[in-house]
Every structure is written in structure tokens, then in C-alpha cells.
């Protein structure tokens, strides 16, 4: 079965860069489009950008200048890199994939990030 | 950000029939983007309920259907039970912003 699973530090200091990888198995990243999304400790669901196989991507215009996404179709995994980083920042990441008609179909279990010196 | 609107909660008893509105706009639902529903557990992932407006995944109980008209959806829970207590999102697609968008949310409360 299809399955994510985000990885990477749960603790990042202001002004530095986040960094997240999505692991994906049970599927070929090739002929898919990718996402991460952010939720804020008790808010809602927020786009930060998405990337295909031949690494087009496409970014939330709020964090343009900050994001960097990347995909590594021979280790499938895709990474997410957020610069510049503020409490603001903290949250569960989540990454996913784009299925049917640009639904989110299959997610992994987020990954909590918190800001903080 | 969010830029399609939903109650922040709904309630209802236990076998009773509850809806949830996401209001947008002409530049996403209204510009016949489709429109989709996600199910949030405490402490889980989100999960795809509905795709596509109206379509149920494998696995999703028919008590659960979406519609669109304009640029508003609706989710219905019909039959609902103490296990649906849980957060909910729409979402779509913006052409103004260029990319994604999702509801503000709402919490359904199993009286």
C-alpha cells in the first residue's frame, strides 16, 4: 500500500532552515505530483508547495522567496527546505499526494516542527 | 490565509444529519475548480473523504456526500455517529492565488 513518512528535525532556531524529506514506498514517485502542507499548533491546513517527477514546482506566493522543494525519483523521497525560520513556522508538516482531480490522496503522519531557540 | 469560509462547529445527535458549508469565490469554486473534503481525527493526518465534489474514496461510508452549486459546497453526514466527531476541511483551487486552498475548518461535535 501507498505510504509517507516524513523525517527530519522536531527542532529548528529562528533565522535558520527547516529541513524535511517524505520517504515514499508502495508506489513510483514517476507520473505524480507531490505536496507538503503546514498546520499551526490548533489551526488550519495551509498550502506551502508541490513538485512533479521532473522537478516543476510550484509554491504558496506567502513563502515563495523561503521555500525550496526538491524530488530524488531514484531514492524516492522529496524534500522540503524553509528558510529564515520564525515561531510562526512551528507546526505538524505533512507531506502527501496530489491523486484525482488534485485531491490529496494519500498523507503521511506529519512531522511536528517547533521554532525556538 | 484561508480564502474558502466553513462554520467553526456544528453538532448534532447521534443518528441526526449535519452539514457543513465552504464558501468561495469566483476565482476558486465559482470557477468550477472541484471541490474536496478532509477528515481530521485529534491527533491524526487528514484523510480524503470526498474527492471531486461529490465522489466517496473506497472505504469512505456512504453516510458521507458532498455537493457544489455555485461557489459554495456542502458536506452531509447523514446517520451520524460518535466516531465522526472529528475536524473538517474543503478544498480547491484559486486561480488569483495559483495554487491551493483549503476551508477554515469545522469541528463536528456528537452530542
Known amino acids: 500500500q501507498v505510504q509517507l513518512q516524513e523525517s527530519g528535525p522536531g527542532l529548528v532556531k529562528p533565522s535558520e532552515t527547516l529541513s524535511l524529506t517524505c520517504t515514499v514506498s508502495g508506489v513510483s514517485i514517476s507520473g505524480y505530483y507531490w505536496i507538503w502542507i503546514r498546520q499551526p499548533p490548533g489551526k488550519g491546513l495551509e498550502w506551502i508547495g508541490d513538485?512533479?517527477?521532473?522537478?516543476?514546482?510550484t509554491y504558496n506566493p506567502s513563502l515563495k522567496s523561503r521555500v525550496t522543494i526538491s524530488v530524488d525519483t531514484s531514492k524516492k523521497h522529496f524534500s522540503l527546505k524553509l528558510s529564515s525560520v520564525t515561531a510562526a513556522d512551528s507546526g505538524v508538516y505533512y507531506c502527501a499526494r496530489v491523486g484525482d482531480g488534485s485531491s490529496f490522496d494519500y498523507w503521511g503522519q506529519g512531522t511536528l516542527v517547533t521554532v525556538s531557540s | 490565509q484561508s480564502v474558502l469560509t466553513q462554520p467553526p462547529s456544528v453538532s448534532g445527535a447521534p443518528g441526526q444529519r449535519v452539514t457543513i458549508s465552504c464558501t468561495g469565490s469566483s476565482s476558486n469554486i465559482g470557477a468550477a475548480y472541484v471541490v474536496h473534503w478532509y477528515q481530521q481525527l485529534p491527533g491524526t493526518a487528514p484523510k480524503l473523504l470526498i474527492y471531486?465534489?461529490?465522489n466517496r474514496p473506497s472505504g469512505v461510508p456512504d453516510r458521507f456526500s458532498g455537493s457544489k452549486s455555485g461557489t459554495s459546497a456542502s458536506l452531509a453526514i447523514t446517520g451520524l455517529q460518535a466516531e465522526d466527531e472529528a475536524d473538517y476541511y474543503c478544498q480547491s483551487y484559486d486561480s488569483r492565488l495559483s495554487g491551493y486552498v483549503f476551508g477554515t475548518g469545522t469541528k463536528v461535535n456528537v452530542l
Open positions: 471531486g465534489n461529490s
Open positions: 513538485i512533479y517527477d521532473s522537478g516543476s514546482t
